[in-house]
């Protein structure tokens, strides 16, 4: 099977898995937060600790659709997709500051609140260690590929945490800001923009987000990546 159709059938068969646990999750009639098992099939492989932890077996089409993968991409997705099902629990707001972001992410629900945490801790980790977690974002390759010009300040609060990234390049600059749109778009419309995003992601074929950052600048890195979704 060519590159292109493979590309196809992966993400056709994670959206068909995601949509299917949408109608679990709806039908089930039972709480939807981080970590209590009722999100069906879905929501993750058997992260062992914290939000998300057990097992539910159909996880390999979104981390399938990563464009990279590590020993702790099914976990991570894990705490992703808890936080998208509980999207109406999550409140964002998002400054744009002359050389970055400031954003305050938080919930009243303690469980919400503690996979909030465990997400930011997870991702800024991730970015200082250069082991980039993408799905479908334009604005994530120029992020990881120019991290050694990222300051962060990350506080964790009660109910969530305040991310500051700046930076002195512009380019990063506004990855970073549109970035930040992408973030509170999942937030304000959760399964819906998941979904959006996971049909862009098909769109892009087997260049994914890289390639499609690349066609739309050819020869220029230094743009800014168009928003996917």
Partial sequence: MNPRKTQIAVALAAIVAFSAAAVFAQTSGGHHGPGTGDHGPMMGQGMGHGPGAGNRGMMGGPVAMLTKQDANSAADMGVVMDLVHSHTQIRRTVTKLPNGIRTVTESDDPKVAQAIKAHVASMSGRLKD???????????????????TIESVVEITDKG???TRTSADRKVVAALQGHAGEVTELVQDGM??????MMARMAMGP????GAMNAAHPGNTGSLPPHTH
């Fill in 207 to 210: 260049g994914g987000p890289r």
């Fill in 130 to 148: 250069g082991r980039e977690f993408n799905i479908f974002s334009t604005t994530l390759p120029v992020i990881f590929d120019n991290a050694n």
């Fill in 192 to 197: 819906a923009g998941m979904r959006r995003g």
């Fill in 161 to 163: 945490a305040t991310v």
